[in-house]
């Protein structure tokens, strides 16, 4: 008798800002499907190749199913398995000799995101090394520093409805692979591409988004603020600054407008940055006149580049 199919709604547990929603076909106990949601509003049915792949890797015949211990020298690539049982006693043998000696807070658990269910990403591990007593780690490995910028700059973090981009006219990928790690985003800024945008990207790295934008500006690793603060020194010497959002909204725009000013004419940011002069002019001009060029809004896209 065949054994009958069913199917599970399910959603991406990557980190990753597309959250992709899945349906996966199940045969028995085995997962022998996995497809993206048509009904998603925003992934509309489209997985990355990471998450496409997904049931070959869970089923894959080199995935590691079970305890290995390393019976060679570090790097050696030499393992033999053990049992669950060996492994755990092994493991609590050492805690315990490196508490005896050097107290509890010796053993730091090092991790972060990666997969967000929150059994696997910050559930019974974060329970247990706490009851251990072990050191805390500040989890900044990722996106802290920029979180931190948001919200000491701006008072909360950067958001909005990414299908509004389409209404964009020019559009700067900062710091952003858009097109491959970010892939729906992108679909709808090709949307907007075909309704006249502009898209630019910023990246030392000429990537796959870099290749497909209308303009990549390969700045220098490390130089993204300096030229932030350039394209300011541009639009506060042409005039071109919002008064009314800075008089409501803005703490210091005195003291900004005088520094930069001051420190960051177009000549020391293209220096500094590795991009010409009539490069970063023409990115302020475009990006501040957009309105009034093209006829739209401009958009920056911030991602993880300028925190790393």
């Given at each position: 008798m065949a054994i009958p199919l069913t199917t599970i709604k399910g959603a991406c547990p990557l980190d990753c800002p597309d959250t992709c929603g899945f349906i996966t076909t199940i045969e028995g106990d085995r997962a022998i499907q996995l497809k993206g949601d048509p009904d998603h509003p925003f992934t509309q049915g489209a997985l990355c190749a990471k998450v496409n792949h997904y049931l070959e890797r869970v089923y894959h015949k080199e995935r590691i199913l079970y305890p290995l211990k390393r019976i060679g020298r570090k790097g050696s690539g030499q393992f033999q398995r053990v049992s669950w049982e060996q492994a755990l006693r092994e493991i609590g043998v050492r805690f315990r000799e490196i508490i005896a000696q050097y107290g509890p807070q010796a053993i730091l658990p090092y991790s972060y995101a990666g997969t967000l269910g929150k059994v696997q990403?910050?559930?019974?591990d974060?329970?247990?090394?706490?009851?251990?007593?072990?050191s805390l780690l500040d989890r900044t490995i990722c996106a802290t520093a920029g979180a931190f910028g948001c919200d000491i700059t701006l008072g909360t973090r950067a958001v909005m409805d990414p299908e509004s981009v389409i209404h964009a006219k020019y559009i700067i990928n900062w710091g952003s692979n858009t097109s491959v790690?970010?892939?729906?985003?992108w679909a709808l800024i090709h949307q907007?591409?075909?309704r006249g945008a502009k898209v630019v990207t910023i990246d030392p790295h000429k990537s796959p988004t870099a290749e497909k934008s209308d303009?990549?500006?390969g700045i220098r690793p490390g130089t993204d603020a300096a030229l932030a603060l350039g394209m300011m020194h541009i639009i506060f010497r042409e005039g071109w600054e919002d008064h009314?959002?800075?008089?409501r909204y803005c703490l210091g725009t005195e003291a900004l407008k005088e520094r930069v000013l001051r420190e960051y004419p177009p000549s020391r940011v293209a220096s500094i940055t590795g991009l010409s002069i009539d490069s970063i002019?023409?990115?302020t001009r475009e990006y501040a006149q957009s309105q009034k060029e093209r006829g739209g809004p401009a958009l920056i896209r911030l991602n993880y580049g300028m925190q790393r």
């Open positions: 990403g910050s559930s019974l974060r329970r247990f090394f706490h009851r251990l007593g072990a790690t970010n892939m729906h985003f907007a591409k075909k303009w990549w500006l009314d959002y800075l008089e002019e023409t990115l």
